[in-house]
């Protein structure tokens, strides 16, 4: 028996030890994503794309192991995503902080990572100052300034005279009104009204004849994707607004998949803003798609490419610091890394770390069979307008 | 015609959905005190068969629905014999316990059949689009929806008004304690009226797709719209879950079409008026 | 949690000065609190973040179990709370931490005070759907002054200071876990005298039959009122900890997922029991962090699953059944 005994007691040591020398030569990447409650489908998306990438190009860099820890932030609870940032450092040995689709939560985990010294990606959440919040925050997704403003000026500059604007009723939605607006305005155009919806609102009825009543030659809608682009659209369709002549203007949740499969013809017409869509036109992201649909059996979106380029990032900064994991020698590496991805030309801008990328205007049309967003213009290196109108 | 009415017909249209989803939670309320937070999971579980049928199995729209309304009854029969009936005599913060217990459960059962992303759905073709009517576009759709509510409203009305199943519900609601001592075969009575009450919800989840779309967060985002149709209409009874629902529907959207500042807390104030009135809802029992 | 025999009669002061008395049951109770410090150090953040819904389950607690008031809106006054806490130290700049909390027992306090005067006419369900209401309404509000509350991004720029000067909110939550479970023991040390109190024992007189209470005397509005204002106070305070140690503050703060959730974890605990928002909170937020832990995708099943259990096998939640068999094994011979 005590033979027995010892010969656990050597092998658990002997385990101990192993996976002790084992965790030298591991990075952990500690993943807080929503994978339950309403922000669900995001968050799973971002997942997809990080596990693609590590399936493509193999989970060893610069001689070390990358370990995901995956933590369900659950949805906005920004006290949850701190702590569970807190836990992943302190108890899981974390060396790098990613995911975050939410703002509140990369907020409260930014203070983490300016405390603890650990790089931050954040691979989705799009509100201006997040990056502010730590000097080893990297952000690979987009703004919502960089890609709304950019829709104001192009909807100026394209016989656009009057819009009325209508956004969700939080942050985000806030956001994009106040950079929609300053870009249409300085591009000469003039806004005949705006509302702000609640934010869990399942009816658009109301607001749409309102917007009707005003009679402008646009419309801008912002909404969190789920289920209201979808009603959204069902209701411009019920209040006989024409997306072909009353222009429809919004940010990529109003293009997504299941909202143009829901809308069917009647979204025809719709002008979209975003930083990727997977019909773009380039060899990378044709073999990106393919590889996605292959393994996932659905196509990827804008979050699915947040994580994906994310990933790149955190693998080409540990190739350029050969290894070394402190906050400092990564967001060094970070700063100033460009590279051709999926979504096209990508750049972090080493004064802000955020990123700087290709916005594209893309317009639903009928493409054989299926509806899908087609590019009809675009704008290359976008920076963050906000940050830049901050500094000067 | 001023534009207000055709958005109020939108909003009489919600709110036929609401009623449709609520009228059964109402009646079960009202009759057994039954506190079954899960019967908005029987609204999703409506959604997923009419879905599952017309994309994997090509089923005709119309014929989803009475197969939606089947499926929750029947979902709705099973769980009573395994769960609920041992809870009839338990407290409300019990019941509450074990129906929650339950929504978890069937938000994770739809989350891994069918993802977390919105079920894309198109209603059938001669259900799109809009009619004018002097010159007021109404939704096809809506119409339909306002219409299978209206004949649902009526085939309720007379069932508890002129059948003898009507009036032992009726009495039952009333007085449950009377009704057993006069006979009737109260837990029976529960059993059907429960199935009923869910494959209604059933039914009206199946219709709601097209309006409100449909992913697993379902069973929980609508649960709050639904109590508040059943508290402001009254527990039991029909026609008040008829009138709280048109009345809910209605403010709510003329409220974001006047007032689109309050139009988020309007649905809730309303409900905090009403309530203050007339506490147990407008045609509760005193 | 003494059982009185029926041979003979016992006086009330006497009653209540048995109820008093500190079982061992809650002095290990009490000790067990300290054994994350040694045990499990790196889950200290946890440990604050269960002491902080602990006490806010309690709260709840003296408003649902012993006064029959069903609340589905209680996370409105922990919201107050902990903006109250927020806005001083973001917008004042002024980030001491029990100034923090004494600011927000009193703004929380007095909205509590005010709603109570609605709270006290109704029973039933339109009682929870008042509270429900007023949540609701309360959250929009403060969306709605995003320009100062941060909205659902939260409140930004939240510092607190080092308690007394000397102890420094660390990444480690040594500081955190011991701030809140102080408050916490204090806090219930106060309840605990409340509830065994002639006070409380009206109050449970009231949840029991409500219409009878008067004809006994005891003025029922006014005691509701004032367990409503006591119970608004504690969540307030629960509120203003997790602002400080978190330091953000954001709208689900105020939530109805919050009110539900508390609600869920006060009847697993079990209600009427002052430790039973305890353990419940306990029990849930571990388990939750486990499940989640394992499988981040379908955690809520497996809490479903032990949702159900629960009330299947312990009737009036986990304390009730462990009363219960209590009482089994010591009526056995």
């Known amino acids: ?392 | 015609m001023h534009p207000v009415f055709g958005v109020l017909f939108d909003g009489l249209a919600y709110g036929m959905l609401l009623f449709l989803m609520s009228v059964g939670l109402s009646v079960t309320l009202g009759m057994m005190n039954f506190v079954n937070l899960a019967h908005c999971s029987f609204a999703m579980l409506g959604g997923y068969v009419a879905i599952t049928l017309m994309n994997a199995f090509g089923w005709p729209f119309l014929a989803t629905l009475p197969a939606a309304f089947v499926a929750a009854a029947a979902a709705s029969v099973v769980l009573e014999r395994i769960f609920f009936r041992r809870f009839y005599r338990a407290s409300d913060l019990e019941q509450c316990l074990l129906t929650i217990g339950i929504v978890f459960v069937s938000i994770a059962i739809a989350a891994y059949i069918y993802g977390t992303d919105q079920q894309p759905m198109q209603p059938p073709v001669y259900l799109r689009g809009s009619i004018n009517f002097f010159g007021l576009d109404l939704a096809v759709y809506r119409l339909f929806l306002i219409a299978v509510a209206l004949v649902i409203t009526a085939a309720l009305m007379v069932t508890v008004e002129t059948t003898r199943f009507g009036a032992q519900v009726r009495a039952a609601v009333n007085n449950q304690r009377m009704a057993r001592g006069l006979g009737i075969n109260v837990d029976g009575l529960f059993a059907v009226t429960f199935a009923l009450g869910s494959g209604l919800a059933g039914l009206g989840g199946a219709l709601a797709i097209a309006m409100l779309g449909l992913d697993p967060q379902f069973a929980l985002t609508y649960l709050i719209y639904v109590l508040i149709v059943v508290s402001v209409g009254g527990l039991g009874s029909i026609f008040g879950s008829f009138a709280a629902a048109m009345l809910l529907g209605i403010s709510d959207i003329a409220g974001k079409y006047y007032v689109p500042a309050i139009g988020a807390f309007l649905i809730y104030l309303v409900m905090i008026v009403l309530l203050m009135w007339r506490p147990t809802g407008l045609f509760g029992r005193r | ?333």
């Open chain 1, 1 to 392: 028996m005590q033979k027995l005994l010892y010969g656990l007691a050597g092998l658990a040591l002997g385990l101990f030890g192993a996976s002790a020398v084992h965790a030298e030569d591991a990075v952990k990447v500690c993943l807080i994503i929503s994978y339950s409650g309403q922000f669900a489908d995001t968050g799973n998306q971002m997942d997809h794309g990080v596990t693609l990438y590590m399936k493509q190009h193999g989970d060893t860099v610069a001689g070390k192991k990358i370990v995901l820890i995956r933590k369900d932030n659950g949805g906005i609870a920004p006290d949850v995503a701190k702590r569970l940032a807190q836990e992943c450092i302190v108890r899981d040995g974390a060396d790098i902080l990613a995911g975050f689709e939410l703002t509140p939560n990369a907020l409260a985990v930014g203070d983490v990572s300016a405390e603890a010294k650990k790089f931050m990606v954040v691979m989705n959440a799009a509100t201006s100052i997040i990056t502010t919040k730590s000097p080893y925050m990297a952000r690979t997704s987009s703004t919502t300034p960089q890609l709304n403003f950019t829709l104001g000026q192009w909807a100026a500059k394209n016989g656009i005279k009057k819009i009325y604007t209508m956004v969700s009723d939080y942050g985000p939605g806030i956001d994009a009104e106040t950079w929609f607006q300053t870009g249409f305005k300085e591009g000469g155009g003039e806004i005949v009204g705006s509302v702000r919806f609640p934010v869990a609102n399942p009816d658009f009825s109301a607001f749409i004849q309102a917007a009707k009543d005003k009679n402008p030659d646009g419309i801008y809608i912002w909404i969190p994707g789920g289920a209201q682009p979808l009603a959204v659209g069902k209701a411009l369709a019920e209040r006989g607004i024409d997306p072909k002549k009353t222009k429809i203007l919004g940010q990529d949740a109003l293009g997504f998949e299941s909202a143009l499969q829901g809308m069917g013809d009647t979204a025809l017409g719709i002008i979209t803003v975003a930083n990727y869509d997977y019909n773009h036109d380039s060899a990378m992201n044709k073999a990106f798609v393919k590889a996605y649909n292959d393994e996932f059996k659905r196509n990827p979106d804008i979050f699915s490419i947040g994580g994906y380029d994310g990933t790149h990032l955190i693998y080409e900064a540990l190739k350029k610091t050969g290894g070394k994991t402190d906050g400092e020698s990564l967001i060094n590496a970070a700063k100033g890394m460009t590279w051709e991805s999926p979504r096209g030309p990508f750049l972090i801008d080493p004064e802000t770390r955020d990123i700087v990328q290709t916005v594209y205007i893309r317009k639903v049309e009928k493409v054989g069979n299926e509806l899908r967003n087609v590019e009809i213009d675009k704008v290359p290196a976008v920076k963050d307008p906000a940050k830049a109108r901050m500094t000067h």
């Open chain 3, 1 to 333: 949690m003494a059982s009185e025999s029926i041979a003979a009669p016992v006086r009330p002061v006497q009653y209540l000065q048995a109820q008093l008395r500190w079982q061992w049951g809650e002095i290990a109770f009490w000790l067990a609190t300290l054994l994350p410090f040694v045990v499990a150090p790196s889950y200290l953040v946890l440990a604050s973040q269960i002491a902080i819904t602990a006490l806010f389950a309690l709260s709840l607690d003296l408003i649902l179990g012993f006064s029959g008031i069903v609340s589905l809106g209680h996370a409105a006054y922990f919201g107050v709370g902990a903006y109250t806490a927020g806005l001083i130290s973001a917008k004042l700049g002024f980030g001491e931490p029990l100034t923090g909390l004494l600011a927000a027992a009193v703004a929380a306090g007095i909205f509590g005070y005010l709603t109570s005067f609605i709270i006290a006419r109704f029973r039933h369900l339109a009682l929870i759907m008042i509270t429900l209401g007023i949540g609701l309404v309360l959250q929009e509000a403060f969306n709605t002054a995003g320009f100062i509350t941060g909205g659902f991004d939260g409140l930004q720029g939240i510092h607190t200071w080092p308690i007394f000067g000397k102890f420094h909110f660390d990444l480690y939550g040594y500081t955190a876990y011991a701030y809140s479970l102080a408050a916490l023991f204090v806090i219930f040390l106060v309840a605990r005298r409340i509830i065994h109190s002639p006070f409380g024992l009206a109050l449970r007189g009231i949840r029991e039959n409500n219409s009878r209470m008067p004809a006994i005397g005891a003025p029922t509005r006014t005691h509701i009122r004032t367990i409503y204002t006591i119970a608004a106070i504690i969540a307030g305070v629960a509120g203003a900890i997790l602002a400080e140690t978190t330091e953000t503050v954001s709208l689900e703060a105020l939530g109805f997922q919050r009110s539900a959730d508390v609600l869920v974890m006060l009847i697993l605990g079990g209600t009427g029991r002052l430790y039973g928002g305890l353990i419940g909170a306990a029990v849930y937020m571990v388990a939750r962090d486990q499940f989640s832990g394992l499988n981040p995708q379908y955690w809520y099943f497996w809490i479903g699953l032990l949702l159900i259990a629960v009330v299947m096998a312990l009737p009036n939640g986990i304390l009730g059944g462990l009363a219960h068999f209590a009482r089994r094994m010591q009526a056995k011979p």
